[in-house]
């Protein structure tokens, strides 16, 4: 006995006819015949009593139909969610994303993927770039995006794009004027700075230091909405990437890019070893899509 023949017996059960049965199942009519011969011999009972008025259910039949309609109904049910896992009705992802990219970029790309896929599930996360290497390495996490360079073996790495400093000045300071910033004028200025494991933080100390400038700093910020405000609150010069930057209020603060750039690499993280599920590729193309256009998208 196989699924296939109780999915034969309840079709012709339901559908009061062998010839009804077949159309249902798109087979013919002899294949019909031959499947409910093959059960009633296998089960060594009488499934249907034959007449001028067609098939009619025995009691064995219709017991047999409690049961067996059953199964299949449990298994047109399981049909349906595979199809639904095709459809990533049931998949989720876990993201972590570095915060300045948390601020725009990233929802607006969740947003465009969120229009094709609506019954996606992503849990994101906002965290710093060595927390996201760490995690997508260990595989507790489906995708990083970070701006760490790691060499770690167990990870993927695929660039995105380049993302910038920017110096943040209070309305009406001097340097304010300026169309863009050289390192030397931030000779011997307070600047605001990001957090220490920051690799713009780091590229602009290699810069200044490489120029034989120097500058003091003491306020260290990893939030770039909190970088905004403590500027414009008139704390000092602010140095952060331009993503944060668009968080800055154009009436008390002004954002200029540097002569010279600095920036660095971002990258989308996965772990070699996790399984490449649909929805994780599909999510990876789409944001390697996005990447393309950045900053426009």
């Given at each position: 006995m196989n699924y296939r023949q109780f999915e034969v017996f309840v079709a012709v059960i339901e559908c009061g006819s062998v010839t009804a049965a077949a159309e249902k199942l798109d087979l013919s009519q002899p294949a019909v015949s031959k499947s409910l011969k093959i059960l009633e011999n296998e089960l060594g009972v009488q499934l249907f009593l034959r007449g001028i008025k067609g098939l009619q259910a025995t009691d064995e039949g219709r017991a047999l139909y409690l049961e067996a309609s059953r199964m299949t109904d449990g298994y047109a049910h399981l049909e349906a969610f595979a199809r639904n896992l095709q459809q990533m009705e049931h998949a989720?992802?876990?993201?972590?994303?570095?915060?300045?990219?948390?601020?725009?970029?990233?929802?607006?790309?969740?947003?465009?993927?969120?229009?094709?896929?609506?019954?996606?599930?992503?849990?994101?996360?906002?965290?710093?770039?060595?927390?996201?290497?760490?995690?997508?390495?260990?595989?507790?996490?489906?995708?990083?995006?970070?701006?760490?360079?790691?060499?770690?073996?167990?990870?993927?790495?695929?660039?995105?794009?380049?993302?910038?400093?920017?110096?943040?000045?209070?309305?009406?300071?001097?340097?304010?004027?300026?169309?863009?910033?050289?390192?030397?004028?931030?000779?011997?200025?307070?600047?605001?700075?990001?957090?220490?494991?920051?690799?713009?933080?780091?590229?602009?100390?290699?810069?200044?230091?490489?120029?034989?400038?120097?500058?003091?700093?003491?306020?260290?910020?990893?939030?770039?909405a909190m970088m905004c405000k403590v500027v414009e609150a008139g704390a000092g010069i602010g140095l952060l990437d331009e993503e944060s930057a668009r968080l800055h209020d154009p009436r008390k603060s002004r954002v200029l890019r540097f002569s010279t750039p600095i920036s660095t690499p971002v990258y989308l993280l996965r772990n070699v070893h996790k399984p490449k599920t649909l929805m994780a590729n599909l999510l990876s193309e789409h944001i390697i899509s996005m990447a393309n256009s950045y900053p426009a998208g």
């Open positions: 989720r992802l876990e993201i972590s994303c570095i915060p300045a990219l948390s601020i725009s970029w990233l929802p607006q790309a969740t947003a465009k993927f969120m229009r094709n896929y609506p019954d996606a599930t992503l849990a994101f996360r906002s965290r710093s770039s060595p927390e996201t290497v760490q995690l997508v390495a260990r595989g507790e996490l489906d995708l990083g995006i970070s701006q760490a360079r790691s060499e770690d073996a167990n990870l993927e790495k695929t660039k995105l794009f380049d993302l910038n400093a920017v110096c943040i000045l209070p309305k009406g300071h001097p340097l304010a004027a300026k169309r863009e910033i050289d390192f030397s004028d931030l000779d011997e200025c307070r600047i605001i700075t990001l957090s220490a494991p920051d690799e713009l933080q780091r590229n602009f100390e290699a810069m200044m230091l490489m120029r034989g400038y120097g500058f003091s700093s003491k306020i260290e910020i990893s939030l770039g």
